[in-house]
T-cell receptor, first 114, second 114 residues
């Protein structure tokens, strides 16, 4: 069975500081990994995804994530936070086995202060 | 191009009442999903449909039924609502294989069961 653990339900940063949101996964087969973002009162939208190509994945709005198989991690980073990055972020995993639903983590709320 | 639309946006029910949540997508996607989002729980899959005419249970199907009416529409029915079904419900769709492609989410339906 697959699972996702997001460390920290809330992360606070100052504007201009590094953003680091942690995600560890468990999967018995090679995974596909996703980061989604949810702005207040909206649905989720894709930030980036890893599907077994390059291990460093670049997404929208300056975010990127690195797949590290040895650490079973897929942490999300951004060099410099903007106020507009304040949102809830979800890591998700599926199995690259041809037929597997997405399993989401519990989410991390990113708070950005001026 | 509206993407994924959901109706209603907000609903209040009394315990024991029934209702149907509607979802439609105009992207010609094969797969559609229903999730519920509860605070601190992330998104949990209720049901999904890999193609027109097929539906499968997700992680939390009890108390719900679904219908894939055609390729565009996927409805979720609560036959006898319970307070535990108070939640935000999201519909999503994706092209290609379940769990391996980007999912596109609707804006959500906020349901309160008294």
């Amino acid at each position: 069975a697959q699972s996702v653990t997001q460390l920290g339900s809330h992360v606070s940063v100052s504007e201009g500081a590094l953003v680091l949101l942690r995600c560890n996964y468990s999967s018995s087969v090679p995974p596909y990994l996703f980061w989604y973002v949810q702005y207040p009162n909206q649905g989720l939208q894709l930030l980036l995804k890893y599907t077994s190509a390059a291990t460093l994945v670049k997404g929208i709005n300056g975010f990127e994530a690195e797949f590290k198989k040895s650490e079973t991690s897929f942490h999300l980073t951004k060099p410099s936070a903007h106020m507009s990055d304040a949102a809830e972020y979800f890591c998700a995993v599926s199995e690259a086995s041809g037929y597997s639903t997405l399993t989401f983590g519990k989410g991390t709320m990113l708070l950005v202060s001026p | 191009n509206a993407g994924v639309t959901q109706t209603p946006k907000f609903q209040v029910l009394k315990t024991g009442q029934s209702m149907t949540l509607q979802c439609a997508q105009d992207m010609n996607h094969n797969s559609m999903y229903w999730y519920r989002q509860d605070p601190g729980m992330g998104l949990r899959l209720i049901y999904y449909s890999a193609s027109e005419g097929t539906t499968d249970k997700g992680e939390v199907p009890n108390g719900y039924n679904v219908s894939r009416l055609n390729k565009r529409e996927f409805s979720l029915r609560l036959e006898s609502a319970a307070p535990s079904q108070t939640s935000v419900y999201f519909c999503a769709s994706s092209e290609g294989l379940v769990g391996q492609e980007t999912q596109y989410f609707g804006p959500g339906t906020r349901l309160l069961v008294l």
